[in-house]
């Protein structure tokens, strides 16, 4: 009774009816058309994942193409904007140059405005004092007395307002 008891109690002696195959050989087999189909999907499947690798590398190339026509561009314009810089740097240096002229050519002008018009002259821009004073000159010069129109004939150095009496100074 201790044997029974061993042999019913044993798990490696014992397997359950779900474990044992009882299924034959030829009953497990897949029929030819159901292997078939499923193996022509596979290879569907796989063709499609080969062509789709395959346009994935060529939209990669055309990219790396277009970027390196893209970066060639770039190149191009950074090289004009940096001959560009070049040349405003070179005319910002003419400028100041011709500026500090065209102010040393105003002061030594300037003496020559009337202290009535001095003002409104001082308050054009440099170039337009100076165009103003090369068409005025003639007539702000030196009156007939052969003094300065911007100093008084007393020869005492005080600047007389309002004692211009030449001809009409056009603005």
């Known amino acids: 009774m201790t044997n029974e008891i061993k042999n019913e109690t044993d798990p490696v002696t014992t397997t359950p ?11 497990m087999a897949i029929p030819i058309a159901r292997f078939n189909e499923v193996n022509n999907r596979l290879k569907a499947v796989v063709a499609a994942q080969e062509q789709e690798a395959q346009a994935r590398a060529e939209a990669e190339t055309a990219a790396l193409v277009q970027q390196s026509a893209f970066q060639e561009l770039l190149n191009v314009a950074a090289a004009q904007a940096k001959v560009a810089n070049e040349e ?16 040393a050519l105003w002061e030594s002008k300037a003496t020559l405005v009337p202290e009535l018009y001095r003002s409104l002259v001082e308050a054009l821009p440099l170039p337009d004092r100076l165009d103003w004073i090369a068409r005025n000159e003639s007539h702000i010069a030196k009156p ?28």
């Open 144 to 171: 007939a007395g052969g003094t300065p129109s911007n100093q008084s004939g007393t020869g005492n150095g005080q600047t007389a307002r309002n004692s211009y009496s030449g001809p009409p100074v056009k603005f």
């Open 88 to 103: 405003l740097v070179q005319l910002r240096a003419s400028d100041l140059k011709n500026t500090a002229v065209l102010t």
């Open 17 to 27: 009816a779900e474990a044992q195959n009882t299924v034959a050989v030829t009953e």
